[in-house]
């Protein structure tokens, strides 16, 4: 029992991108990571909760 493995969540069987590159997963880790504001409706990320916001007034008013 490893939090590892919960934190990663990307158990091997389940893995949708086989093709994804390590290189390419850590990417995409930091873009998360970096960028913690994840809009709920197109999925596009923020770093700041502000920008979110401004996304949502934008793209999403209606
Ligand atoms: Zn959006």
Redesign the pocket.
């Known amino acids: 029992m490893t939090n590892e493995n919960e934190l990663d969540g990307t158990a091997n069987e389940s893995s949708s991108s086989v093709l994804e590159s390590p290189e390419e997963k850590r990417k995409r880790f930091l873009l998360e990571f970096e960028n913690p504001f994840k809009?709920?409706?197109?999925?596009?990320r923020f770093k700041k909760k502000k920008y979110?916001r401004e996304?949502?007034a934008e793209?999403?008013a209606y």
């Open positions: 809009c709920d409706k197109c999925s596009e979110l996304h949502k793209v999403h």
